[in-house]
Nanobody, 115 residues
Framework: QVQLVESGGGLVQAGGSLRLSCAASGSIFSINVMAWYRQAPGKQRELVATITRGGSTNYKDSMKGRFTISRDNAKNTVYLQMNSLKPEDTAVYSC?????????WGQGTQVTVSS
């Protein structure tokens, strides 16, 4: 089992920044890929960014240049640095882990960007 706990969400003005954290615990050795997803009200969940065990990253095109995913292996934590936030970035952001034991989700953290 893998447990994921997100933190760092909140209310920010357009143009501002936030850093989300996702702390993993449990069978973390089994994790291959971690990712951030988001779901805005009335919309489908969408992939924001991924990071592999080796540190390779991928981003949804609309996030490139504004969002950065990173990981601190010593802290078993993945981060999502979000800059130049826009009102359309408002969503619940969830951490996801894919392992050979299964897939796991965090509880999500709300990000609200005011105009």
């Amino acid at each position: 089992q893998v447990q994921l706990v997100e933190s760092g969400g909140g209310l920010v003005q357009a143009g501002g920044s936030l850093r989300l954290s996702c702390a993993a615990s449990g069978s973390i050795f089994s994790i291959n890929v971690m990712a951030w997803y988001r779901q805005a009200p009335g919309k489908q969940r969408e992939l924001v960014a991924t990071i592999t065990r080796g540190g390779s990253t991928n981003y949804k095109d609309s996030m490139k240049g504004r969002f950065t995913i990173s990981r601190d292996n010593a802290k078993n934590t993945v981060y999502l640095q979000m800059n130049s936030l826009k009102p359309e970035d408002t969503a619940v952001y969830s951490c996801y882990a894919d392992s050979y034991r299964g897939s796991y989700w965090g509880q999500g953290t709300q990000v609200t960007v005011s105009s």
